[in-house]
Nanobody, 125 residues
């Protein structure tokens, strides 16, 4: 069964950095397109970034372009989200999810499955 586990969240000051990890459990991540999403209490989940199975294609939400970088290490079955220059409005629970095998990247939440449990990011001084 496809399972994803997020880690790396925490408390950081504005302007700081965090790196989130999304690790696969029980399967190899190599062929899956993976996305990162975030959600605040009472708000809809929104797409942040997506990476193709090879890592050759990535997309980002406008709100994080130039600050966040998605990458993957298929040998470790892990996808990363490097978050720089964090802002208070980046405070959310961050989730990773799988789109499917060799699928083109999108940021539509409804297209993704096998959601992880999330990791909390809190940006505050």
């Amino acid at each position: 069964q496809l399972q994803l586990v997020e880690s790396g969240g925490g408390l950081v000051q504005p302007g700081g950095s965090l790196r989130l990890s999304c690790a696969a459990s029980g399967f190899t991540l190599d062929y899956y397109t993976i996305g990162w999403f975030r959600q605040a209490p009472g708000k809809e989940r929104e797409g942040v970034s997506c990476i193709s199975s090879s890592g050759g294609a990535t997309i980002y939400a406008d709100s994080v372009k130039g600050r966040f970088t998605i990458s993957r290490d298929n040998a470790k079955s892990t996808v990363y989200l490097q978050m720089n220059n964090l802002k208070p409005e980046d405070t959310d629970i961050y989730y990773c999810a799988a789109l499917g095998v060799f699928r083109r990247c999108v940021l539509n939440t409804a297209d993704f499955g096998s959601w992880g449990q999330g990791t909390q990011v809190f940006v505050s001084s």
